[in-house]
């Protein structure tokens, strides 16, 4: 059976950035619970906030490859959570950031999201920027990551008999800043698939990897497929161009 690494603590020493919020009508189920694509909107916000901050090179030249998520406890309507996020590690062209979200009510949600530094005219990969690894080398404590993908590899094919599809509407609202679906926007098919599933609760373990972008006016399909104890969504264009593999799987009590 697949199971996930476990998560990374928060470092000793090096640089964190820490912030809190409350969590708002908007971000929750109709049972009050945060949903997956607010946290990961919640993941975008302290990014930048932390970039700002830290007076880091490049701010805005870097896209999502993958995000992960550990769900202990989920936060709920109302609550206020504490967000610490910081570098845990890098590569060539890439980072990767760690945030950890705590309540006073016991939620807990651990995160890991590797972001991708390019060139934001062609978005073509480029070497971290000048000026970068000094500022996160002590807290990454020199951990290298690699930006290889974890799920989306070595899937049964999209027509398999027990692979269900259904048509997915690409909305001008999932658009963001840089003419693509938000990363956020793709963690909506996993809380789809929740609603229709509660046996799938928390603590659960999920990621969303990015293999290629989805623009206005693309049609999308998600295929979902059980595999032994992973739920597999992928997001696929047109025929058999997969833009996206999202897993969900439970994690042991």
Same mark, same amino acid.
């Not at 830290?54 to 490859?65: L, T």
């Not at 998600?222 to 969504?233: E, G, M, S």
């Given at each position: ?8 603590p ?7 950035? /820490?912030?809190? *919020?409350? %969590? =708002?009508?908007?971000? $929750?189920?109709? @049972?009050?619970?945060?949903? #997956?694509? &607010? ?7 302290i ?6 901050d ?12 993958r ?10 309507y ?32 651990e ?28 807290? /990454?404590?020199? *951990?290298? %990551? =690699?930006?290889?993908? $974890?799920v989306? @590899?070595?899937?049964?094919? #999209?027509? &398999? ?33 929740l ?26 399909c ?12 992928r ?19």
């Open positions: 059976m697949w199971r996930p690494q476990e998560p990374v928060l470092p000793q020493a090096g640089r964190t950035f /820490s912030t809190s *919020r409350r %969590v =708002r009508l908007g971000d $929750v189920t109709p @049972k009050g619970r945060l949903r #997956l694509d &607010a946290t990961a909107r919640y993941l975008q916000d990014a930048n906030d932390d970039a700002v830290g007076n880091y090179p490049d701010i805005h030249g870097w896209v999502v490859r995000t992960e998520m550990w769900v202990y406890q989920f936060p709920t109302m609550t206020d959570i504490s967000l610490t996020t910081w570098c845990g590690g890098y590569g060539s062209h890439w980072a990767e950031r760690r945030t950890h979200i705590v309540g006073a009510d016991g939620a807990r949600i995160t890991a999201a590797l972001w991708v530094h390019v060139n934001m005219e062609t978005l073509k990969p480029e070497p971290l920027p000048a000026g970068f690894i000094p500022l996160i080398a002590e807290s /990454s404590g020199g *951990r290298k %990551v =690699r930006s290889n993908f $974890v989306g @590899k070595s899937l049964p094919d #999209l027509n &398999a008999l027990d692979a269900t599809s259904e048509s997915w509407p690409v909305r001008f609202a999932d658009m963001d800043a840089v003419g693509h679906m938000n990363n956020a926007s793709y963690w909506i098919a996993a809380e789809e698939y609603s229709k599933h509660g046996e799938l609760r928390a603590p659960m373990h999920a990621v969303v990897e990015h293999h290629l972008s989805v623009d206005p006016g693309n049609d999308i998600l295929v979902t497929q059980h595999i032994d104890d992973r739920v597999i969504i997001h696929v264009l047109g025929g058999d161009a997969v833009a996206a593999v999202t897993q969900l799987v439970k994690l042991p009590q």
